[in-house]
């Protein structure tokens, strides 16, 4: 049981290109949600899905796209890198709204 | 999403119990408390949440006051792999988490 996965673990961008960090669970949870961390602040929610086909915006999703073809995976497209999006990137899972939600250990960003 | 006031910073002995404070006094009747906490910047783990009633699990005690207007998490024996950052979030009966900027919990020998 691997819980939650993050790909890649570190990358490095040049202005401009696109990519997409890949996230997958392995506990067949319906919730999943990707944030953003900055230096020194909290976390901030970018999107999130209550279920396969089923995606929402959070509080920061300008520049960003999701989809979620399947109950196991949650990829977090970035259209157009800006410098403005370095960050390290944490994917979540959760079985129901009031259960613990599990981490995945984070994508660190870093937009040239 | 009801907001909630920590204090920034706190230090603790190790093997002495740790008291961290919440505020969150806009809370709603269906809004659960929820700790998490970071360390080295990992992805955030769970501690504990609650409704109403106090809870306690392996790794600490959540007290809530009556009022449900401020709420302590309490790790009864700290030690210096606690050393993290704790946050301190109201959610209501859905999906989302809201984190603020935590309590910065530095454990000392």
């Known amino acids: 049981n691997a819980g939650v996965t993050q790909t890649p673990k570190f990358q490095v961008l040049k202005t401009g290109q696109s990519m997409t960090l890949q996230c997958a669970q392995d506990?067949?949870?319906?919730?999943m949600s990707w944030y953003r961390q900055d230096p020194g602040m909290g976390l901030r929610l970018i999107h999130y899905s209550v279920g396969a086909g089923i995606t929402d915006q959070g509080e920061v999703p300008n520049g960003y796209n999701v989809s979620r073809s399947t109950t196991e995976d949650f990829p977090l497209r970035l259209l157009s890198a800006a410098p403005s999006q370095t960050s390290v990137y944490f994917c979540?899972?959760?079985?129901?709204?009031?259960?613990?939600?599990?981490f995945g250990q984070g994508t660190r960003l870093t937009v040239v | 999403d009801a907001k909630t006031t920590q204090p920034p910073s706190m230090d603790c002995a190790e093997g002495r119990a740790a008291n961290l404070p919440c505020n969150h006094s806009t809370i709603s009747g269906n809004e659960y408390v929820y700790w998490y906490r970071q360390i080295h910047s990992q992805g955030p783990q769970y501690i504990i949440h609650g409704l109403k009633n106090n809870e306690t699990n392996e790794m600490a005690s959540l007290i809530i006051t009556e009022d449900r207007k401020s709420s302590t998490l309490i790790l009864p024996h700290a030690t210096l792999r606690d050393t993290a950052v704790y946050y301190c979030i109201v959610s209501p009966n859905d999906y989302k988490l809201s984190f603020g900027a935590g309590t910065t919990v530095t454990v000392r020998a």
């Open positions: 506990m067949n949870h319906e919730y």
């Open positions: 979540a899972s959760r079985p129901d709204w009031n259960t613990e939600a599990f």
